[in-house]
């Protein structure tokens, strides 16, 4: 009995640590990192945006382990130059709240970006979201359609799959598991790692040069975020079956869908192909030899298609 008071003690002891220094790293990353947009509150919950530019809306929303900078690194300038363009954090992410501790699904997400864009007074926005984002947006669209234009998804899921979770996702989106994981993963993880992942997320493309230090990477090891986006993903592929059957509502709205045929990721032949077989008014770009990141490797691909979406929805009267 002593040898097991001594190891509980001694985990008990390596766990407070753990979150001493998950702390400290936290706020190291919140001061490399400060928010770089502003605040809208819709109810109790405050929403992080950047908006930049004038003329027809578009809103941007981010991929899983993000926030907005993956969106301000370059595309919003470049949007910005003919569209009011505005990114938003999901929640849990970048530096909007959490709106409880179960995992937002993607429609409570899709509700309270919808919210945060009436209030900010953006009018029926071309919709882009980027992988998990895009899974949102559908949400929003499918949800809310009298509330977007036009809806532009890039290498996103839209419908179900075979296959699970990576063992890391399924720990931190386990209630006890996670508890006891968290805490450590947020402390120990050498920025090496993190970096590795970022420009593995871009394979077999490179990483564009300086996306690493303008991502503000360290913002996802944070205790609330490894614990938000765990749940995000664990709750996914129910989320995407319950919502597949209701796209129907989507048979007016101009669809534009970019997917890369490397991307081993989200597949193409699983989510955008048969979304393009299955709405009458959606258009499939597909990107021969790219990943996962289209958005920032054929940057120039997804804004034609994000202008191509605000002159369809301009030409049937709908922007």
Known sequence: ????????????????????????????????????????????????????GEGPDVVLIHGMSGNLRDMTFSLVDRLAQDFRVTAFDRPGMGYTDRLHDAGETIVEQAALLSAATRALGLEKPVLMGQSYGGSVALAWAVEFPETVSALVLTASPSHPWDGGMSRLYKVNSHPILGALAIPFEAAWVPSSYVQGVVETVFDPQDMPPGYDRHIGAPLTIRRTALKANALHRAGLLDQITELEPRYDKLSVMPVELVHGTADDTVGLGIHSEPLADRLPHARLTVLE?????????????????????????RDRGDD
Do not use: C, D, N
């Open 289 to 313: 030899g790219v990943g996962h990141m289209p958005h920032h490797v054929r940057e120039g691909a997804v804004v034609e298609a994000i202008r191509r979406a605000h002159e369809r929805a």
């Open 1 to 52: 009995l002593m040898w097991a008071a001594y190891v509980l003690a001694f985990g008990a002891a390596a766990w407070g640590l753990s979150h001493l220094r998950a702390g400290l790293r936290e706020r190291a990353a919140e001061a490399a990192f400060p928010p770089s947009g502003q605040f809208v509150e819709v109810g109790t919950t405050r929403v992080h945006y950047v908006t930049k």
